[in-house]
């Protein structure tokens, strides 16, 4: 798939294709009128469908399937069951660690969650695929559930070692410290709820596989396919030009993803299976639900001596999900003691996952809230304690930040939202019969790095092409990667064509962790800086050429046209000069791949998460920042809460386009307020079964819930964090603002809400 960069007014163009500016998404008009093609839209001959049929029940044995009445219903092709759905192998996890099992069955057995897929119909159509799967009977040996964190029966679970941060002595120091707080925070199970459901379509010519899915790493999930089938890595492409929205959940080949490329090996049909609304709740991880307590003991002076703090997150029965809570906690404040554990509980749920800020996210509900209450408990300003407690290196890694532009975000935050006029009291600001609340908290999300490579084609008629299989789900990937193309090459951006989604480009790694913008403007760079030295080079040295008289050293190119630095002698435009040479396409593949680097080594850096390069590597510790200001009004009858104004100040380092940047930061921003006041996945008691597994009844904010958001950029670029000085964007946003809300509702109120979301019953 191809996208065009758009025109623009020639006055503005300039300015906009540069690194850094507001350039418009040039993937946009497509995703408007329809003209992007979404994996499962693309049309195949022969096409098959199939359709799952999930457990009824949270724990036991699956006894029998019957599939007599299905397999005769119109139209079907094969009813598949753990006994007839063909053995694939296990294959490795995302930090590439070989598989604790040597065969893999993704239809199950044994049933540890309610919706896990135990049998699937393929037929000629979906609505007979449809029809036969409800003639599936499925009979169980049901034993008891635990069916979330509070389930008596879930205990304390298992404490994860490599989550404990400890230093100094933190109990002790706490229990000396003259003014203290400990208090408990809840997040309940959350749910990425993209616009697009999951879904695929697998075709197997002989044994290479195709497959057409939306994805976040499409180099990652081919090399599942691959171990899973036996087939050589480079035999499975995957293409996935467009992403209606991905959050974390679509970076892993899923059972419904196996089922559906089984399927279509068994029939030897293109198979297509998407994943109903229902099913998008069970068939992959939302955010794990949490608890966490927080101590903090401070001086009179409001000057924190110790923090200890306790997590748990849930966990499948069959699968491992850790939501690392400490991570703000044990960067965001000085404290010389500090302690922090964690344990994970099993429950009978789907395997949880990323979601926006995994770890990050509820970390700081819980720090962000506990300040803010040892704030009042001292009688400070939550601004001021914030600045008392300022961490000038990072308390954790004793390290220097390499950027950190959080004074300057509480700064520039409280400035904008006119924090100096608060009174500081409770319920103190009304209008009428609606209590106002001002809060603020801050955010931060480390800068994930790791090595990139890219395709940059320079053509005859002097337009420019970028490969790369990386993705975008919205977040601008193919608008930064145009404009660091064309701006390094000299090129209009219009003269640019961005191609992503297909595995069979220059290798990319995962898009998660707000790493890809990063790595791959660095690569980009790189491989255009390589295709224009190639064309220079060729323009001085070639006989043909008309500057090879010139006798220069160097030229430039500007606005596609290629001169001597003086401007002595001719100016040629690219596609001139290309005819000249005689050439048809000058070509560079640039990396930022160490040399040391073996085959086995590259292979694993764009196939797992295992060679990313720590965020605290070498001399210093990299992380965005931001500062939330909020304001709440909380009807004092109905309790209900409406978010009335936003004003966040947030340090992403050097923007590559703040347009795009902001309304990053503005996702974020509405997916927070949606997890302070609406988000919550409920599970029924009795079956352990998500009740609310749709988008009527899971609540998400829709426009009349979000008010004006302003942000404002006060990072300045980082040298230390990536190539072009941006640090990450993506997963920022949302860190801290929950906390934000909570703190303003509670000066709206006087009530602190401590479990996530803020409904109304909680605040009468
Ligand atoms: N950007 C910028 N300057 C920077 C860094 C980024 O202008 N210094 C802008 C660019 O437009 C870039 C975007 O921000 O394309 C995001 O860059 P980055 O922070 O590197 O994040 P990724 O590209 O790795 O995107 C993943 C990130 C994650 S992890 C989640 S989760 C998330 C998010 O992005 N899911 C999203 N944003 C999303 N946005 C949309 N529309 N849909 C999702 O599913
Ligand atoms: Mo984002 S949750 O790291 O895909």
Redesign the pocket.
Known sequence: MTVHGMKHAASDSARLEAVGGRLSRVDGPAKITGAAHYAVEQQLEGLAHAVLVGATIAAGKVTEIDTRAAETAPGVLAVLTPDTIMELKGASDWFGRPPSAETYCPLARDVTYSGQHVAAVVAETFEQAVAAAALVKVSYDETPAVVDLSDGKAGDGILIDAMTKEWGDAEAAFAEAPVRVCVAYNTPREF?A?MEPHGLIARWEGDALTIWEPS?WLDGMARTYAEWFGVPFENVRLVSPY?G????S?ALALAHSAVAAAAAKMLNRPVKLVLNRPQNFTSYGGRAATRQTVAIGADRDGKIQSIVHRGVNETAVDGMWVEPLGSVTSIMYATPNFSSKQNVVRVNTVVPG????PGENPSAFGIECAIDELAYELGLDPLEMRLINYAEQDPEAKKQWSTRQLREAFAAGAEAFGWAKRSAAPRSMRDGHQLIGWGIAAGTYPVRRAHGEAVVRILADGSVEVESSSI??????Y??LAQTAAETLGVPVEQVLVRLGDSHFARAGV?????????MTGAVYKAAGQALDELVGLALSDPRSPFQKLQANTLVVKDGRIASPRGEGPELTIAELMETLGRERIEAKGDTVPASFTPEQRYNNYTTIAMALPHTEGDYSRHSWCAHFVEVRVDEDFGTVRVSRVVSALD???????K??E??WK??IIMGIGQALLEEGIVDRRHGRIVNGNLADYMLPTNADIPDIQTISV?IPDPHS?AL????????GIVGVAPAIANAVFHATGKRVRDLPITLEKLI
Not at 354 to 357: F, G, H
Not at 511 to 519: D, E, I, M, Q, Y
């Open positions: 990425q993209a976040q992403i929205g991905g959050f974390g679509k990323a979601k926006r800020a975008d789900m919205g977040q601008g990937t608008t930064i898009t998660g962790g707000s790493r890809l913008a990063g790595v992403s380092g050097r923007l590559y386009n703040p795009l940047a309304s990053q996702g974020g990072g990536s000085g941006g640090k990450g964007v993506g997963e920022l």
